[in-house]
């Protein structure tokens, strides 16, 4: 019973599901943006701090930020002409959490 459920639920995924759930993937897939959202986790940063702590250009900070921002994967406030980042979804940063507790206990 609890088996066909689950089927059922396998089989009713939307497109617009399905491709969210793609799309989350593929940010989780680039190195770069796993060490973005790992700082991320971590606390709040402007993209000048997680491009010094994480020793990238500026800009690919910025494009990474944005993929990220469009999945709604971070989210920012602005103070003043400067952007604070954090993360904006406690699903994804716990299976990014899980994932790396699992690759550190191989």
């Known amino acids: 019973m609890e088996h066909e459920k689950k089927q059922e639920e396998l089989e009713s995924l ?3 599901t ?3 759930v793609s799309q989350t993937f593929k940010a989780l897939s680039d190195p770069t ?3 973005i959202l ?3 986790f971590q606390g709040e940063h402007s993209v000048n701090d997680i491009a010094e702590n994480l020793g990238l250009l500026q800009s690919t900070v ?3 930020l944005r993929f990220l921002k469009n999945l709604r994967l ?3 406030r602005r103070e ?3 952007l ?5 979804d406690e699903h994804v940063m716990s299976i990014l959490k899980q994932t790396i507790d699992h690759a550190l206990h191989h």
């Not at 604070?84 to 904006?88: G, K």
């Open 80 to 82: 003043g002409t400067t």
């Open 84 to 88: 604070f980042y954090s993360h904006d």
């Open 38 to 40: 790992h700082l991320l």
């Open 14 to 16: 939307d497109e617009e």
């Open 74 to 76: 971070v989210k920012f």
């Open 33 to 35: 943006r796993l060490r």
């Open 62 to 64: 910025s494009h990474q």
């Open 18 to 20: 399905l491709f969210i």
